[in-house]
């Protein structure tokens, strides 16, 4: 089998987050495909929850779209979305949340909104969707992005959606009922906020990848663990299924 590719790195590692989870709110792209893959290998009654109001559903490929018909066909309820955020979300009963965004900061705080001046910006985003109640009240998020300088940015040009705010007790100051990011996954390595301080340190690098490497992606001054770990190498059972899933 060929080697993994730092993309099918990165959907693996995610996946590893979502052994012995019960529930997992997920939207499109390689969240949704690492969610999928965790059923597929490491959790089978995870339940794949989408912002769409499927809950438990048990897709067979890659959906296009949280509102793919697979969804509400292979699952266990399908509801509002009303009822998504005012029973499901807000009340803290989903476990993990997995968010994307267009650009990420020391810590964790995400723009999906717009690049550039909010009045002229450069690129206008999808906006916030649902995210903002998400990371606010569920168990905790985990945030997939590509680990890049116009990513992960030292100031975001429009806060989105908050992560740990300006450092440790934000989140409690704002009456935050979940643990907020946990973990930043992206395609060089982990990054996992100080558990004093909330600010993201790296503490894993994929196999291949230098320190250096992910200090140069990134916009600020990077902390970094004494000894960051390697992420052991996808399995083959893991690196099968994935590719099996994505050529469906």
């Given at each position: 089998m060929s080697a993994a590719t730092n993309g099918?790195?990165?959907?693996?590692?995610?996946?590893?987050?979502?052994?012995?989870?019960?529930?997992?709110?997920?939207?499109?792209?390689?969240?949704?495909?690492?969610?999928?893959?965790?059923?597929?290998?490491?959790?089978?009654?995870?339940?794949?929850?989408?912002?769409?109001?499927?809950?438990?559903?048990?897709?067979?490929?890659?959906?296009?779209?949280?509102?793919?018909?697979?969804?509400?066909?292979?699952?266990?309820?399908?509801?509002?979305?009303?009822?998504?955020?005012?029973?499901?979300?807000?009340?803290?009963?989903?476990?993990?949340?997995?968010?994307?965004?267009?650009?990420?900061?020391?810590?964790?705080?995400?723009?999906?909104?717009?690049?550039?001046?909010?009045?002229?910006?450069?690129?206008?985003?999808?906006?916030?969707?649902?995210?903002?109640?998400?990371?606010?009240?569920?168990g905790e998020v985990v945030v997939v992005a590509p680990h890049a300088p116009r990513t992960f940015v030292e100031r975001l040009d429009f806060l989105t959606t908050v992560g740990h705010g300006d450092g440790a007790g934000a989140r409690e100051r704002l009456g935050f009922r979940g643990a907020g990011p946990t973990a930043v996954i992206t395609d060089l390595g982990v990054l996992e906020p100080d558990p004093a301080t909330k600010e993201l340190t790296l503490t894993q690098i994929h196999e291949g990848v230098e320190v250096d490497q992910v200090r140069e992606a990134t916009g600020w001054a990077l902390a970094v663990a004494p000894a960051p770990a390697t992420t052991p190498a996808p399995t083959d059972q893991e690196l099968g299924a994935l590719r099996e899933l994505s050529s469906r």
């Amino acid at each position: 089998m060929s080697a993994a590719t730092n993309g099918e790195v990165q959907t693996v590692v995610a996946a590893r987050r979502l052994t012995g989870v019960r529930s997992v709110f997920i939207g499109v792209g390689r969240p949704s495909t690492a969610a999928i893959l965790a059923r597929m290998v490491h959790n089978p009654g995870l339940v794949l929850v989408y912002e769409s109001g499927t809950i438990g559903a048990k897709p067979f490929h890659v959906p296009l779209s949280i509102g793919d018909g697979e969804l509400a066909e292979t699952a266990d309820s399908v509801v509002s979305v009303p009822e998504m955020f005012n029973y499901w979300i807000g009340p803290g009963r989903i476990d993990v949340a997995f968010l994307g965004a267009a650009q990420v900061d020391r810590f964790a705080n995400l723009n999906s909104t717009v690049i550039g001046d909010y009045d002229r910006p450069r690129t206008r985003l999808p906006g916030a969707g649902g995210a903002p109640e998400i990371a606010a009240s569920c168990g905790e998020v985990v945030v997939v992005a590509p680990h890049a300088p116009r990513t992960f940015v030292e100031r975001l040009d429009f806060l989105t959606t908050v992560g740990h705010g300006d450092g440790a007790g934000a989140r409690e100051r704002l009456g935050f009922r979940g643990a907020g990011p946990t973990a930043v996954i992206t395609d060089l390595g982990v990054l996992e906020p100080d558990p004093a301080t909330k600010e993201l340190t790296l503490t894993q690098i994929h196999e291949g990848v230098e320190v250096d490497q992910v200090r140069e992606a990134t916009g600020w001054a990077l902390a970094v663990a004494p000894a960051p770990a390697t992420t052991p190498a996808p399995t083959d059972q893991e690196l099968g299924a994935l590719r099996e899933l994505s050529s469906r």
